[in-house]
């Protein structure tokens, strides 16, 4: 009669048995469970999700630990009114609409970089961006437009000193205090990014004369009007006399 051979196992893998069972039983020592008043009477109110106990120097409530309740909620009764509306399927898109509707009040901005608005700006326009906090403004061709909610933006490329550079401007940002078309593009181009642009052979070069050009027709540097609490310019005044 052949009797099988004890399985013998290594050391290794019985105190790693021990060792598993020993930080199970500590785990669900230190395990915190939801208590109430009404199933213990020695037990601390609850306030605020909190325990409530008392310091023994200082005689003063003090909380101790967090309690999180259970997952089930208690059935609403028949006429109570719902105090909380449905989560959007979307929680991004809601937030992002609730904050262009702060930041963008009458919707020009939004409606100025709609790809549904035939009138707004296009790739290949040269824009004109002025600040609200002094600084000069910036005019350049329009390369790209990021459309991404809150976080929309355009890019504008210009020469300053025969350099080119290129600026982002966000839409919605609070120092931008306006965006204006200075010139239209003829034809639609036909990229959504017209990033062939930067090569010197399509590069368009500086604009800043197309956008002096574009202030002399709106009146921009010198009016007949006389400026409050002071007087015309000479040129003006001369051209009034006659």
Wanted: hydrophobic content about 35%; proline content about 7%.
């Amino acid at each position: 009669m052949s009797v099988a051979p004890l399985v013998r196992r290594p050391l290794g893998c019985l105190k790693t048995s021990l060792r598993q069972a020993r930080q199970q039983r500590t785990t669900i020592r230190n395990m915190a469970t939801e208590t109430t008043a009404s199933n213990s009477t020695s037990a601390p109110a609850l306030e605020h999700g909190f325990f409530r106990l008392t310091d023994r120097k200082t005689k003063t409530l003090r909380s101790a630990f967090a309690v999180y309740p259970s997952t089930a909620k208690p059935a609403a009764p028949a006429g109570a009114p719902k105090t909380l509306l449905p989560p959007p399927k979307n929680p991004l898109e809601a937030l992002h609409a609730a904050q262009i509707k702060k930041m963008d009040p009458t919707g020009v901005r939004t409606a100025l970089f709609s790809k549904s608005n035939r009138e707004g700006a296009k790739v290949g326009d040269i824009l004109l961006v002025t600040h609200r906090r002094g600084g000069e403004p910036f005019a350049g061709v329009l390369l790209s437009i990021r459309r991404r909610g809150i976080d929309s933006a355009i890019l504008l490329r210009n020469h300053l000193s025969k350099v080119g550079v290129e600026m982002w401007y966000k839409i919605y940002n609070k120092n931008v205090a306006g965006i204006e078309i200075v010139k239209r593009k003829p034809k639609r181009a036909r990229r959504a990014r017209l990033t062939y642009m930067r090569k010197p052979k399509h590069d368009m070069g500086s604009v800043d004369e197309i956008v002096n050009a574009w202030r002399r027709n709106r009146r921009v540097f010198t009016t007949g009007k006389p400026r409050k609490g002071g007087k015309r310019p000479a040129a003006a005044a001369a051209a009034g006399k006659k």
